[in-house]
């Protein structure tokens, strides 16, 4: 075991012991892995070092967080440059969407624990990555066919391409839309088809994806008011993960849902906004709480999510590990939240 300043820490070293912030938070749990989100996410909390096992992970093992971020990384440089007219490649990014694809075949689970990054600054670009993975996760799930699959993703990661053409007065507006700016922020699909349609190598359909993608399946979405099977498969599966996705974000205007909420929130509005098959496919298939992630519960205890998904995911079994305002807990002790009705999770710590 070493201590390391942070300036020589790197991706692949493996934590030697908890990082706690001074308000007693945990940021990090010893065994973890340092992934390059972490390296950023230490430097955020001022962390001035921590300590470190003499092994190191060969990067190969954590090559999901690689695709992860370069998806983001090509996503925010195709919109960025979008919006400023100049020239777009999207071979790249269909490469990486292509990567993703592959993980996700090859293990469902693969990003779980990565989705859920809220930065302020790159929500858009962060929340179209989320997007994506939730719905390939569901079209796997719905048994669809690789290249289906494959043109699903592209739109998902694209679904909020319009988007560029909104004035960034609107798209980051510190509070509620009014009537007027709300009808702006609609144009976005609209834009979206005329963006992808211009983009080379999109399909039509991913672009009559992108366009319906606000389309709900009674018919009370926009902009064309299209309901159930008119609605492309593609734009009512993203539709779901949209909004499951944005629900656990935080907005100005109201506080984030915590996932199980978010998940209770698309179970409520089932039939009237979401195609009830996918809905149930969709919630059968994601993590909800994915494994690893540290939670506190009603009860004050802080808990490590132990691996499970669908249904079961919405209330985990769980291992203590610490209290909030208390010392570690040095034998951890495990919580089935199922057969614990009166436990659950009120915040997500990391
Ligand atoms: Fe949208």
Redesign the pocket.
């Known amino acids: 075991m070493q201590k390391l300043p942070l300036t020589e820490v790197k991706a692949g070293m493996k934590l030697a012991k908890d990082v706690i912030l001074e308000d007693g938070r945990i940021l990090l749990l010893k065994g973890f892995t340092i992934k390059p989100r972490y390296l950023s996410k230490l430097k955020a909390y001022d962390v001035p070092f921590i300590f470190v096992e003499d092994e190191i992970v060969e990067l190969d093992e954590i090559s999901e967080e690689r695709v992860y971020e370069d998806a983001f990384t090509n996503i925010k440089g195709i919109m960025q440059s979008i919006r400023y007219d100049e020239k777009v490649d999207i071979v790249q990014l269909k490469e990486t969407v292509n990567d993703m694809v592959q993980h996700i075949l090859n293990d469902d689970m693969v990003f779980m624990t990565l989705t859920g990054i809220r930065d302020i600054d790159n929500y858009t670009f962060l929340h179209s990555v989320d997007v994506c993975i939730y719905a390939v996760v569901t079209a796997k799930a719905l048994g669809m066919e690789y290249d289906d699959i494959y043109e699903l993703a592209m739109a998902a990661i694209l679904?909020?391409v319009?988007?560029c053409k909104v004035p960034l007065s609107i798209l980051n507006k510190p509070g509620k839309l009014t009537t007027e700016e709300f009808e702006v922020m609609k144009r976005?699909?609209i834009s979206?088809l005329e963006i992808a349609s211009q983009l080379p190598g999109l399909s039509e359909k991913i672009a009559r994806i992108i366009c319906q993608?606000?389309e709900k399946w009674d018919g009370s979405g926009y902009p064309l008011g299209l309901n159930s099977y008119d609605i492309e498969l593609g734009a009512r599966i993203i539709s779901i993960a949209?909004v499951y996705d944005a629900l656990t974000a935080n907005r100005v205007y109201r506080k984030r849902f915590m996932p199980h909420e978010a998940a209770e929130y698309l179970m409520a509005n089932n039939e009237s906004q979401f195609d009830p098959r996918i809905m149930k496919c969709f919630i059968n298939s994601i993590a909800i709480y994915p494994k690893d992630i540290v939670v506190l519960l009603n009860t004050g205890e802080v808990a490590r999510v132990l691996p499970s998904k669908g249904m079961a995911s919405m209330r985990p079994k769980v291992s203590v590990i610490t209290r909030k305002d208390g010392p570690p807990v040095f034998d951890p002790y495990e919580i089935d939240l199922r057969k614990n009705p009166t436990i659950f999770v009120v915040d997500i710590i990391s």
Do not use: F, N, T, Y
């Open positions: 679904h909020d319009g988007k976005h699909a979206g993608h606000h949209d």
